[in-house]
């Protein structure tokens, strides 16, 4: 049979602009092909500017991720001055990268990822009275009575009445993948609404230290939440009071509740019905894995003491960690021979980010309903390599790598909850396998951060209110020359950012992002990244309804809800999918 294409341009419930090529003979793909198709081009607008006010730049890069973007900068240029911050800072940024890895993890499941896996329209089936009972059998949530699912029920069937769907219209209902009974669609589309309510209430950790959301402030050396002794309205302070930090550990208390009583006994759930896609190297991708760390321990900035440890593991052997160096030469390049962009030293030469170069240079495809030219440059993004490999970043990379470490906490729960599904320990690596490690990995941030809000409290009570160090914030006190790389551990993956600062400017900065690692094209050597890799062996049901690519492509969370065209070799749209 000859081999067919499938384009899905863009895919939807992601951030940004993301199209996949599959070539499948009969039903399998044998080869997959990814397109970054929107260039912003932040590196070449940071150039010359003041590092300080870098990160306000630099979080516009994402409109989700916008506070480890902007730490990311801020800790460059950190890193570039030898710039120490003050304990209460770092406590603060740990709680508002873990708030935003427990905000974020529990949104992309239910509203980007769960519609892959639950059925909206056969909840319309399910008994209310069965419901019920499913949901309390597998937690103590207290949203769980019949009259409650009832009256979801009776709300989607309202929806489906109208025609008029909205946040679930055009999507694939009915279709032969979905294997769910009734009554767990129903409680999943339940979790969905209740998932709405709660991230409006949770958020406003990050607006209490960073004064809004999204788009959070940050500052070079430290925190710009000032805290204050004062307590109660009308003390004539914007700073952070009592009455703000009573509230930090409420939402934090909310957190843990919500990923305890609902997301991960739902993934569970899910994932009991889905086994067939935890088989081991299903939608894996490269079987390498890459974490630059986070989450430092108190007065410390050594990456033996994060809590997420640095680490490379190739060819899923999980007993051997290699070091990884941010600033080594060798260590980490960025590709072009097949992206939309040249470097002065030709196309198929590597650059550590140090010696960057965003040059652009589109060459097409001419037209939307033409297909990739993948022996050519064929996508915005680059291709990072670790010492020549092609890595995954993100949540399933992070717990194997605390796994491999022997963190406890994460030893316990994901053995527990794979004995729960009786599965192996490689069951993880596999697109469910990826989903479920996010839920795992929420669940242990969740849970690291009461003991950084205990320690700040101790400190405040001790006395010291510090989150700013102003020694080094005059330019006259800066070298002529600095470098420095910022990294964080994003709820995509390893994010980091060089900049090289000249005279009090910036001359070079450059930015490489989870989904660069992830989504970026093949190399110079034909490599294939992550998502092209995942989907290859994956079997069509229906290849007018992709549904299998988008399970994959979402379980890496590209994190954007426009609408989707599905077009066959010809340019005919088969069929268009829209999420509100």
């Not at 050396?221 to 009592?242: F, L, R, Y």
């Not at 003491?305 to 990884?324: M, N, Y």
């Not at 490599?527 to 309804?545: F, I, N, S, V």
Request: aromatic share 8%; glycine share 8%; net charge negative.
């Amino acid at each position: 049979m000859t081999a067919q294409t499938i384009v899905v341009d863009p895919v939807t419930r992601i951030e940004g602009h993301l199209r996949i090529e599959a070539q499948f003979d009969g039903s399998t793909i044998t080869q997959a092909s990814s397109s970054g198709t929107m260039v912003r081009g932040i590196e070449i607008i940071l150039q010359g500017r003041d590092p300080r006010d870098a990160w306000a730049f630099a979080q516009r890069i994402c409109g989700v991720c916008t506070l480890v973007h902007g730490l990311a900068s801020v800790r460059a240029v950190e890193d570039a001055l030898k710039y120490t911050i003050p304990a209460n800072a770092q406590l603060i940024r740990n709680l508002m990268i873990a708030a935003q890895f427990v905000h974020d993890h529990v949104m992309h499941f239910y509203h980007l990822h769960a519609l892959d896996w639950v059925d909206v329209v056969s909840a319309l089936k399910a008994d209310p009275k069965a419901t019920s009972a499913l949901a309390q059998s597998i937690s103590t949530y207290a949203r769980s009575s019949p009259g409650y699912f009832t009256e979801v029920q009776n709300r989607v069937k309202k929806l489906v009445e109208s025609g008029q769907l909205g946040i679930f219209a055009n999507a694939y209902w009915g279709h032969p993948g979905y294997k769910l009974p009734p009554e767990a669609n129903l409680m999943a589309v339940a979790h969905y609404l209740d998932a709405l309510a709660w991230q409006r209430e949770v958020v406003q950790l990050q607006t209490i230290f960073g004064g809004k959301n999204p788009h959070p402030n940050v500052l070079v050396g430290g925190a710009p939440s000032a805290i204050s002794v004062h307590t109660g309205a009308g003390t004539g302070t914007t700073a952070v009071n009592e009455v703000g930090l009573q509230r930090v550990a409420a939402v934090i208390e909310q957190m843990r509740n919500f990923v305890d009583q609902v997301y991960l006994p739902d993934i569970l759930a899910i994932g009991s019905f889905y086994k067939d896609w935890f088989k081991t190297g299903y939608g894996e991708g490269t079987g390498n894995f890459l974490t630059y760390g986070d989450f430092p321990a108190l007065g410390s900035q050594d990456p033996k003491t994060f809590l997420i440890p640095r680490g490379a593991i190739l060819g899923r052997d999980l007993s051997h960690i290699h070091e990884v160096d941010l600033n080594a030469e060798e260590d980490i390049q960025e590709f072009v021979s097949h992206s939309w962009y040249d470097y002065q030293g030709g196309k198929d030469v590597g650059l550590h980010p140090y010696r960057g170069e965003t040059k652009l240079n589109y060459s097409g495809p001419p037209s939307p309903y033409k297909n990739l030219d993948t022996s050519a440059s064929y996508s915005w993004l680059k291709s990072p390599r670790w010492k020549g490999h092609a890595m995954e970043t993100g949540p399933l990379a992070r717990v194997l790598m605390l796994y491999a470490n022997g963190h406890e906490p994460t030893k316990e729960l994901a053995d527990k909850s794979l004995a729960q599904l009786g599965l192996p320990l490689d069951a993880l690596f596999s697109t469910m396998g990826r989903t479920a490690a996010r839920a795992l990995e929420c669940k242990i941030l969740a849970d690291a951060m009461p003991q950084w809000y205990d320690a700040l409290i101790a400190n405040i009570k001790a006395g010291d209110v510090r989150t700013f160090n102003d020694a080094l914030w005059e330019p006259s006190s800066w070298p002529r020359h600095a470098q420095g790389v910022g990294f964080v551990e994003a709820p995509r993956g390893a994010l980091a950012h060089w900049i090289i600062i000249d005279d009090g400017k910036i001359s070079n900065y450059q930015a490489v992002v989870p989904t660069t690692w992830n989504a970026g094209p093949r190399d110079v050597n034909g490599t294939e990244g992550p998502y092209e890799a995942a989907l290859k062996g994956h079997t069509l049901q229906d290849p007018k309804q992709p549904l299998e690519i988008l399970r994959t492509i979402h379980s890496f969370d590209p994190c954007l809800a426009c609408a989707v065209h599905v077009v066959d070799p010809d340019g005919e749209e088969l069929i268009r999918v829209r999420v509100q």
